[in-house]
């Protein structure tokens, strides 16, 4: 197979290009992964929540643990996979948090690539999508334009939990690692031609009951997952 030659622009972009910044972004993610291997973090905490009521430890929640345990015992390591949807979050993430920021007048710090892994213990931690001061987090989407749609016309305070069950579990949990009191959920498409159809926000507060429901699977869970380990010793 013969490759075109390249313009001159076409080299000089390419002379232009910061090969540097983009090994600096895969040793951090190489790094953040290390940091959560075999950790039970705030995106998949809904795993430990089915039957949230219930004292029985659900199956899924049997599963997360068996995939932590795993992470430690073996040398595998656990890959994002790159799709066309998440690189086009990672793509507009940043813009949603700014435009976030213009609309409501709040500093985000630790967004985007700058990111930061907060660890509670040893076994628990989260990777907030930015910090707001002291006391508010953002979790930030940037979906298809027909999952937008969907949030834009149903999801309310009241049906937020059921609607986004794997989110509200995620900020929940996000708020007891931080300590936060309120955590914003944001959606984010800059598709739509009316600018103020572009940005969905709702603000979902703590909720200190369904932490301690948590926190009570949380210790189930790490209890398990250090009895497995013990024969690894």
């Not at 910044?21 to 705030?42: C, M, N, Q, Y």
């Not at 690692?177 to 914003?184: E, L």
């Amino acid at each position: 197979m013969i490759l075109p030659e390249l313009s001159e622009d076409e080299k000089l972009e390419i002379g232009n290009l910061d090969f540097g910044v983009l090994d600096i972004l895969k040793s951090k993610e190489d790094e953040w992964l290390e940091k959560r291997k075999g950790k039970f973090t705030a995106s998949e905490f809904v795993r430990l929540m089915g039957y949230e009521d219930k004292e029985t430890f659900p199956d899924g929640a049997i599963t997360y643990v068996t995939e932590k345990v795993l992470e430690i015992v073996t040398i595998n390591e656990k890959r994002q996979l790159s799709t066309d949807s998440v690189e086009w979050g990672k793509e507009t993430e940043i813009e949603a948090v700014e435009k976030f920021s213009d609309k409501y007048g709040f500093e985000v710090d630790f967004f985007g690539n700058n990111q930061q892994y907060v660890e509670l213990t040893e076994d628990v931690g989260c990777t907030p999508d930015g910090l707001i001061e002291k006391d508010f987090g953002v979790e930030t989407k940037c979906p298809d334009s027909k999952t937008h749609l969907y949030y834009l016309e149903n999801l309310t305070l009241e049906n937020f939990k059921k609607e986004c069950t794997k989110y509200y579990w995620q900020m929940q949990g996000s708020m007891y690692i931080t300590g936060r009191k309120a955590w914003f959920f944001i959606s984010y498409d800059p598709r739509f031609k009316k600018e103020e159809k572009r940005l969905f926000v709702l603000r979902i507060e703590r909720n200190n009951i369904d932490i301690a429901k948590l926190e009570k699977r949380l210790t189930e869970a790490i209890k398990r997952k250090r009895e497995r380990l013990k024969a690894f010793e």
